[in-house]
């Protein structure tokens, strides 16, 4: 057995945790859990956790649909524990098939398995979100009300919500989820927690235990912490900007010291792999009909495919790094993202669209220098192309796209696509309040 | 471990050094009477400075009824004739002035050589940090850390190595070793994840050293 294995059967026996949680996740970026004995774990890591996926989203194959879970050691964290509660530990699982292959509907190992080319091609990828949320005073769909909206004078709770953020991030630390800022963002009820980055795969395994570890916390309080992209009209979404760099041993692959800018041909090669495929990938970055509620002008989310230095209207931002940081610091920011998507998936494709930008050497365009903010709907024509406007043009866009059937595999990329049509269908076909209110009496 | 025997008394300072910075315990002594008071792994006698003291002191320590060994002879190049007939009195020896590296690695050849004794330490402690060899868990201040496989190689290396400076690639080869290839970021990754988890109050042990690596605590020693 080796050395992390014994680590992890040591500490669970020492700290005396009851309940082992493995994770795993499935296509739509939902955390599932099976929970075993702790006397169960060696016989996991070696054989591991069969079970029936056919209930799981994504999973669901005609002919077969046992796979077997096995827990990464790595991933191993024991969960914090709270007064008068048992120690319960969590370990992120890697799906097989039963042959022990690895199942293509396993959104880590799709991440693993581009992250593999990354690495073939001399590269480490390191991710850093930028997490945006709601908390509510309730889950009720039909009344959403956020904490601190009453009114500035309402202090008690307005402290609540900062309170509860407070013990968030004192849980995310415990954790080993380093949180480098966090804030109260623009919107009434609205917070940010930014991650200090890690490679792409130790962050999609924060992003999982994140949203989980924001929603507990809330919950413990009676409030629901929503990652929804847009639950309120006429006030910022939630977006999820992730900062992306590419990793060449001890050197960062995005700087070059002697350009103008600092921006090395790997790295413009790079955005121009994000910006000649935003729009086939936007399905997975964004991937809720009401994502793209979130995506239109004057709410500082992107929606012309566009890139610029430190310009926050723009979809690939390059951030100025902090004096004699250059170095380190030089890295680009994805602006589309949204905190509703599966965190393998999405920094797969982003990944993926990139290092096509490399592999085939694109040129990247002029930089953006006007504030697309304020440019409106009427946007002057060479601005270029546009982020798709809804689900279904994603989808369009998606379907046709080489680089995202790869990218995700053909398991994942055509249950996507079903599942997703499916829910634009239910969508076209519902009546809205805007319909109702607009039209009954007018017409 | 039972601390080495060290003489004379106070210990020459380059062996001191030497020991603490190794993490073995020790302790000086000026007699044959000092020596009766202690229960003893080994000794190391510097007879460089007064030959004539310590090959007596080398002699009284392995008579019967002591008997401490193994035992260290540290002597200059101009007394190496005066070993002859000397032999039983000690077990190896070294040329003073000694490279510490020579010395570390002759005391602890001869530790290792001694039947039924631990060498490796089986607690690392450093302040208020408490690390279990034996059952991999650390504690600060009697509370434990949950910490990950790798976070926790990398702060027993670190905890055992207090006041060194090191740079991330020798972080990665003695921490990760070879079967890793993730690369330089990785340590900062993990740095920066111990000292979340080490709390706010505590994650100054681990310090950055610029445009060098990393850092923990201060050399026994002192720098």
Redesign the interface.
């Known amino acids: 057995m080796d050395?992390?294995q014994d680590?992890?059967l040591?500490?669970v026996e020492?700290?005396r945790a009851r309940l082992v949680r493995l994770w795993f996740t499935d296509v739509l970026g939902q955390l599932k859990s099976v929970a075993i004995s702790p006397v169960e774990l060696e016989a996991a890591f070696e054989e591991g956790v069969q079970f029936d996926g056919s209930a799981i989203d994504g999973f669901s194959r005609v002919q077969e649909s046992d796979v077997l879970a096995f827990p990464d050691?790595?991933?191993?964290?024991?969960?914090?524990a709270r007064d008068g509660e048992e120690v319960t530990a969590r370990i992120f699982c890697d799906i097989t098939r039963l042959d022990g292959a690895p199942f293509e509907g396993d959104p880590r190992q799709v991440l693993k398995r581009n992250l593999a080319a990354a690495?073939e091609a001399g590269f480490?990828f390191?991710c850093a979100p930028e997490v945006e949320f709601f908390y509510l005073a309730s889950d009720d769909p039909r009344d959403p009300q956020p904490l601190d909206s009453a009114s500035y004078f309402d202090l008690t709770t307005y402290d609540e919500t900062s309170d509860i953020r407070r013990r968030t991030i004192q849980r995310l630390?415990?954790?080993?989820?380093?949180?480098e800022y966090s804030f109260h963002e623009d919107a009434p009820s609205q917070h940010e927690i930014d991650l200090?980055?890690?490679?792409a795969l130790?962050m999609a395994d924060d992003v999982m235990a994140l949203r989980m570890i924001v929603r507990e916390v809330a919950m413990a309080s009676g409030v629901h912490a929503t990652f929804m992209p847009k639950p309120f009209e006429g006030v910022q979404g939630s977006g999820m900007h992730t900062h992306l760099s590419l990793?060449?041993?001890?050197d960062n692959a995005f700087h070059d010291p002697d350009d103008a800018v600092g921006l090395s041909a790997t790295a413009r090669s790079f955005i121009a792999g994000l910006l000649v495929h935003a729009g086939e990938l936007t399905a997975v970055t964004n991937q809720l009909v009401n994502s793209y509620k979130r995506l239109v002008s004057g709410f500082e989310a992107p929606v012309h495919i566009s890139w610029a230095r430190n310009n926050r209207s723009a979809l690939v931002r390059v951030p100025v790094p902090k004096k004699g940081k250059e170095d380190q610091g030089t890295r680009l920011e994805y602006r589309a993202l949204d905190p509703a998507c599966n965190p393998y998936l999405a920094f797969s494709v982003l990944l993926a669209a990139g290092l096509a930008g490399i592999r085939h050497g694109y040129e990247l365009p002029e930089e953006t220098t006007v504030n697309l903010f304020e440019s409106g709907v009427d946007a002057p024509a060479d601005l270029g192309r546009r982020l798709p406007a809804n689900l279904a043009e994603a989808l369009d866009a998606m379907e046709r796209s080489e680089l995202v059937r790869e990218a995700l595999g053909e398991h994942i990329f055509e249950w996507f696509l079903r599942n997703k049509r499916a829910e634009w269908g239910a969508y076209r076909t519902h009546v809205s309040s805007f319909e109702l209110n607009r039209y009954l009496r007018t017409w | 471990m039972q601390p080495l025997l060290v003489w004379p008394d106070p210990a020459p300072p380059d062996v001191a050094r030497v020991l603490d910075l190794a993490g073995l315990p020790w302790r000086a002594v000026a007699d044959e009477a000092a020596a009766r008071d202690g229960v003893w792994s080994g000794a190391v006698v510097a007879a460089d400075e007064d030959p004539e003291r310590g090959f007596a002191m080398a002699r009284t320590l392995r008579r019967g009824d002591l008997a401490v060994a193994p035992l260290l002879l540290v002597v200059r190049g101009t007394q190496l004739a005066d070993l002859d007939g000397r032999h039983d009195t000690f077990d190896d020896f070294c040329l003073a002035p000694a490279h510490p590296t020579e010395l570390e690695a002759r005391v602890r050849h001869l530790l290792a050589a001694e039947p039924g004794l631990a060498l490796e330490p089986d607690v690392v402690q450093y302040e208020a940090l408490v690390l279990n060899l034996e059952?991999?868990?650390a504690a600060i201040d009697g509370t434990?850390l949950?910490?990950?496989?790798?976070?926790?190689e990398l702060l027993k290396f670190l905890a055992s190595n207090p006041g060194r400076v090191f740079t991330?690639?020798i972080l990665l080869s003695r921490v990760w070793g070879y079967e890793y290839?993730?690369?330089?970021?990785?340590v900062d990754?993990h740095i920066?994840?111990l000292?979340?988890?080490l709390?706010e109050e505590h994650a100054g042990l681990i310090q950055t050293v610029r445009s060098v690596g990393y850092k923990f605590g201060e050399s026994r020693w002192g720098s």
């Open positions: 050395h992390q680590y992890v040591r500490t020492e700290r050691p790595n991933s191993f964290q024991l969960m914090p690495s480490q390191m630390e415990g954790s080993g989820i380093p949180v200090r980055y890690a490679d130790t990793w060449s041993g001890d | 059952t991999y868990q434990p949950d910490l990950t496989y790798m976070e926790y991330r690639e290839y993730g690369g330089a970021r990785t990754v920066r994840r000292r979340a988890k709390g």
